[in-house]
């Protein structure tokens, strides 16, 4: 299952893709918006881990443009902030709170998300 | 305690103690004992003073009239009984001369004749005494009366040396042989042969004193008659004895025929004095009235006017003094009421800025926490994974960057916590582009999210001031937080600081967002009034700012273009702890 991994903290992404990997995952990851709809171009992911906090571009507008380039993909947000404002835009973009995720976040329970979207 | 300071005690409003004012603050709408003071000297100045005027004119007019009136009747009744004495005397003349003409020397001369002219004088005009005869020499050859006058020489008298000369006489009073006061009227009779004799009568003063007495009675003063010299000739009750000089400080000097005009007696009170020469005699009619007693009527309609007047005056303070501190006490507590309700609304926005800046820190604390979180994971696969050599080469590295991030936890509470302390007011010297910094430094985060552009612009020439750090904070946190919900993702916001003059720092703070309509522009500083009520807004964000500006001596004022952006323009002083002392000083000497 290839995941990929969206991020502007770069060392929250690396060693999230890296625990991955140790559990036979492929993890892809990206440090702004723009990196990861760069990605998608060239790859297809199963699902995509996405912060909702980043500069330039919100998590919730990347989401936007990956539907478009490259439809089907599964998305779970991730976030440091809890407001309420980003708790609704954020659970109503990806059909239900169950993926929208606070940081920190538990590894077992988000590859349990991952799975649960992912449908294996 | 006193009576008089028990009494104030109990009566003393609740505004009073709030003294002169409190330079700076801005919290207290009014000085209310000035306010107090004021009012109560324009109502009682507007409703006295007519009042006042009034009352004197009135007194003026009245006592004018009156004193007019009371010339007047002086005058008529001396003119009137002037007439009356005056006729008296020609009527007595005038018979005389008719018996000296109807009858010869001889006719009179015997006994009988000269007594019965005597019973028709009396009998027909009256006032008679006697009648008597003197022959050129001034021996007294015949008399017909109550007394033994007959023979006795008169040529020495001075009546009869003028009688002789001028050929009538009119006496004084006088008292004469007979000792009791009288006057005489005598007429000389030529005769053919060069010759003359004279026919003298004596008048009593009945007749005077009774027509002068009924002038009494009418309540008006005293009528009576002098000589020419002041001499007393008939009874007066306050003037002087009969035959002595009238008792005036000063005697009219009788060179007018008639004249009413005021003067005092010898203990000082107040006359209304007339005379009257009366003519042909040498006689003066007086009438002299004290004005007490004529203006007593008008005294009395003076008395219960000024009595009026006084209850009215009374009545009218009571009033003014009653309404005029209700009142004023209404307004002080109305005013504290709000003072009170814009303090607990500081301290709700106080709560709220702290809150939304917990909120803001949460989340940037979150995302260190999730690093060592993941960290701490990574170092655990290792652990339970990897080999020995990964680990040797990976582990300081991981541990190298979980304190980095730690580390960057302990930056965020620290700054937290410094914010914190300094919401505690507190007078302090202040660096204007720390205090900027620090509020900004919570915004640091969204502003990288919303792609916003902060801008700061200090000029090195402010220099470090003393005011209130935490107030200078919450006004800066209310209005970047205002700056931020104005712009949308990609805005600027961009925050100078100059001098504007000697004596005053002048902070702008500008966004490019939506703009305040001109309409909204004029009341966004009251309370209560928001724009965005149906998102939380409270309406207090910027009446609470106001407060503060006013609290540090500053001023707020703000101008906006809708669509252009907004501009807070907030003026500081540099002294503002000078007048921070005043006003600790003054709320010290009140209590």
């Known amino acids: 299952m290839r995941i990929l991994l969206v991020d502007d903290e770069y060392e929250l992404v690396t060693t999230l893709a890296e625990r991955m990997e140790l559990r036979g995952l492929e993890a892809d990851w990206a440090t702004s918006g723009d990196d990861a709809l760069a990605r998608i171009t060239t790859t297809s992911y199963d699902v995509v881990v996405i912060d909702i906090k980043m500069p330039k571009i919100s998590g919730i507008e990347v989401k936007r443009r990956m539907e478009k380039i490259r439809p089907g993909m599964k998305y779970i947000f991730m976030t440091g902030h809890g407001s309420e404002g980003d708790f609704q835009e954020g659970s109503t973009e990806v059909g239900g709170e169950r993926y929208y995720l606070l940081k920190p976040v538990a590894i077992e329970s988000l590859l349990e998300k991952i799975n649960e979207v992912s449908g294996h | ?591």
């Open chain 2, 1 to 591: 305690m006193s009576i008089t300071e028990a009494i104030m005690a109990k009566f003393k409003p609740e505004f009073w103690a709030t003294g002169g004012g409190e330079p700076g603050s801005g919290r207290r709408v009014l000085n209310f004992r000035r306010t107090w003071e004021q009012a109560i000297l324009l109502m009682l100045g507007v409703s006295l003073v007519p009042l006042l005027a009034l009352a004197h004119l009135d007194f003026q007019v009245t006592r004018n009239h009156a004193e007019n009136e009371m010339a007047l009747r002086t005058g008529r009744l001396l003119n009137d009984n002037m007439r009356a004495v005056s006729f008296f005397l020609q009527e007595r003349r005038a018979a005389l001369q008719f018996v000296i003409q109807t009858h010869t020397l001889a006719e009179l001369a015997d006994e009988r004749g000269l007594a019965l002219n005597l019973e028709g004088l009396r009998s027909s005009v009256g006032g008679f005494v006697d009648l008597g005869l003197f022959d050129g020499s001034g021996r007294h050859f015949r008399y017909s009366g109550p007394y033994s006058l007959q023979d006795l020489d008169y040529a020495a008298e001075s009546w009869f040396q003028e009688v002789v000369t001028a050929g009538v006489h009119i006496s004084d009073f006088y008292r004469g042989f007979r000792d009791d006061p009288h006057l005489v009227i005598a007429l000389r009779r030529d005769m053919d042969d060069g010759s003359f004799y004279i026919l003298r009568a004596t008048l009593s003063t009945e007749w005077f004193n009774a027509q002068l007495a009924q002038f009494k009675r009418s309540g008006y003063g005293e009528a009576f008659l002098v000589n020419r010299q002041g001499i007393v000739q008939t009874p007066t009750m306050n003037y002087g004895e009969v035959l002595q000089r009238v008792r005036l400080p000063e005697l009219p000097s009788f060179t007018e025929e008639f004249r009413v005009f005021p003067g005092v007696d010898e203990d000082g009170r107040e006359l209304i004095i007339g005379y009257a020469v009366i003519p042909d005699a040498p006689f003066i009619l007086m009438v002299i009235q004290r004005k007490s007693e004529v203006l007593r009527s008008w005294v009395q309609t003076r008395l219960v006017i000024t009595a009026f007047v006084a209850v009215s005056i009374i009545l009218i303070i009571l009033v003014i003094l009653g309404v005029t501190t209700r009142l004023v006490n209404k307004l002080y507590q109305a005013d504290h009421e709000r003072i009170k309700a814009m303090q607990e609304a500081e301290q709700v926005g106080k709560l709220a800025s702290v809150g939304r800046l917990a909120a803001g820190v949460a989340h940037e604390i979150n995302n260190p926490l999730a690093i060592i979180n993941e960290k701490a994971g990574l170092m655990r696969d290792l652990l339970v994974h990897g080999n020995q050599e990964t680990r040797l080469v990976r582990m300081p590295v991981l541990l190298d960057a979980i304190r980095e991030a730690v580390e960057r936890c302990a930056v965020i509470t620290r700054r937290l916590l410094g914010f914190a302390r300094h919401l505690e007011s507190r007078w302090q010297e202040v660096r204007i582009q720390d205090v900027i910094e620090e509020v900004l430094a919570f915004h640091g985060k969204e502003a990288e999210y919303r792609n916003i552009n902060l801008c700061v612009d200090v000029a090195p020439e402010v220099p470090v001031f003393v005011s209130d750090r935490g107030k200078l904070q919450q006004i800066f946190l209310n209005l970047v937080s205002n700056a931020f919900a104005a712009i949308g993702d990609g805005g600027h916001i961009y925050i100078t600081g100059t001098m504007k003059n000697e004596a005053q720092v002048l902070v702008t703070v500008t966004d490019d967002g939506t703009g305040i309509p001109a309409v909204d522009l004029k009341r966004i500083f009251e309370p209560f009034f928001s724009t965005r009520t149906q998102r939380g807004g409270t309406g207090l964000g910027l009446s609470i700012t106001y407060g503060l500006v006013r609290e540090l001596g500053g001023n707020i004022q703000v101008e906006s273009a809708v669509g252009v952006g907004t501009r807070f323009f907030v003026t500081l002083p540099l002294n503002a702890a000078k007048l921070q002392d005043g006003r600790e000083e003054n709320a010290n000497s009140v209590g």
